[in-house]
């Protein structure tokens, strides 16, 4: 699942490439590539509702992104496991997995493909900037209005441990369990050491370490570890190649040299040094 660099990445190259255009038309050619799923009628209404307008700017917070329209509404997309966009001349042939295609006005197409049919496009209404349905998302790191003093505090009132904790998109969103990992590796936490046990500073130094590490995917392209994830056209990320912990089960630990461990948590996994992140108390 891509999360906020990956997101990110794709945001910028949308914004360098198609901001301002307008769109000439819209062609669903399929309706799993909406949210919610619908059937004719509502991809007719996605298609006039679309047409005509301009798409303004392109904004995220945590995994999502939103095309700003230029009459208060907003395009929100989310890339699933392996949603895409393409911004490609209208003579070239329509990829297999194409769900939605925008016609730009300059001649050019906006397209979404996606695989595994999770992600989708949706226009809904901006509340205070953001897409109605991410109004219960809270703010990411790289947000202006993200107040790291009062996450921060919030973190150690929960009765929860820190890589959980950090994986609530209602606390701190855009942080997955890639980042995650490699957060608490860079801080020496082990994923299971319950939030109570941080002081107000060690819980800054989590968040602050978390955006240290995302703005370093950022400035790389992101993660990819398949052509599932790409950015916009199908470039790959390379900041797999950087990775600490986060599927390097077996392999020595750049700081100390013991083997990461790969354990099981909340249905997926987690990756640690054993020595570097024990846990505590």
């Not at 619908?38 to 047409?51: C, S, Y």
């Not at 979404?112 to 949706?122: C, E, N, P, S, Y």
């Not at 199908?234 to 100390?256: H, I, N, P, W």
């Amino acid at each position: 699942m891509p999360e906020l660099p990956e997101v990110e990445t794709v945001r910028a190259g949308l914004e360098r490439l198609i901001i301002p255009s307008t769109v000439e038309g819209v062609d669903v050619v399929d309706v799993r590539g909406l949210r919610p799923t619908g059937g004719p009628e509502e991809a007719k209404l996605f298609e006039t509702t679309l047409t005509g307008r301009q798409l303004t700017a392109i904004e995220r917070r945590g995994k999502y992104l939103w095309f700003v329209l230029d009459d208060g509404m907003a395009m929100l997309a989310h890339l699933g496991m392996s949603g895409q966009f393409r911004v490609v001349g209208r003579q070239i042939s329509h990829h297999r997995h194409t769900r939605v295609v925008i016609r730009l006005g300059d001649g050019r197409d906006l397209r979404f493909l996606d695989q595994r049919t999770f992600g989708g496009l949706a226009v809904v209404p901006l509340i205070d900037g953001v897409p109605e349905p991410v109004s219960h998302i809270a703010p990411d790191p790289f947000e202006s209005c993200f107040d790291i003093d009062e996450v921060a505090r919030r973190l150690r009132a929960r009765r929860s441990t820190i890589k959980r904790s950090l994986l609530d998109q209602t606390l701190v969103s855009g942080i997955g369990n890639i980042y995650a990992d490699e957060t608490l590796w860079r801080v020496r936490r082990h994923p299971e050491t319950p939030c109570s046990r941080l002081s107000q500073r060690k819980a800054v130094e989590l968040l602050e370490t978390a955006r240290e590490v995302m703005a370093e995917s950022i400035a790389q392209g992101g993660t990819s570890f398949d052509s599932l994830y790409v950015n916009v056209n199908g470039e790959s990320g390379y900041f797999d190649r950087t990775l600490d912990v986060y599927g390097r089960q077996g392999k020595a630990c750049r700081r100390c040299g013991s083997f990461i461990v790969r354990e099981s948590f909340a249905n997926r996994s987690s990756h640690r040094c054993p020595k570097c992140q024990r846990l505590r108390g």
